[in-house]
């Protein structure tokens, strides 16, 4: 069986949290197995949460942040500001 292709987004929040989450972490000169070591979030779920593949959940986002050492509600802000950024329509 053919492997499916995973499709990234060009936009939307979740793109916009995992660009900035990988700004962050790359700030603080981590990689994602440093990330994975410091939260316990496994490192193909960091990378698909960078990618905007994953969307994460409110635990997620501070879990994460904890572990990059920044405040969560400096990421959350960082990501309303992002070019990515795209809120759906209603």
Avoid: H, W
């Avoid at 972490?25 to 990618?51: C, H, N, P």
Wanted: charged share 35%; aromatic share 8%.
């Amino acid at each position: 069986m053919a492997k499916r292709k995973q499709i990234q987004p060009r936009n939307g929040i979740e793109r916009a949290f995992g660009d900035e989450m990988r700004k962050a972490r790359l700030k603080k000169g981590m990689s994602q197995m440093d990330l994975y070591k410091a939260t316990g979030l496994d490192r193909t779920f960091i990378s698909d949460l960078e990618r905007g593949i994953q969307a994460p959940s409110i635990r997620t986002i501070f879990r994460a942040a904890k572990g990059i050492g920044v405040e969560a509600e400096s990421l959350i802000e960082k990501t309303k500001n992002s070019r990515f950024f795209l809120f759906p329509e209603e």
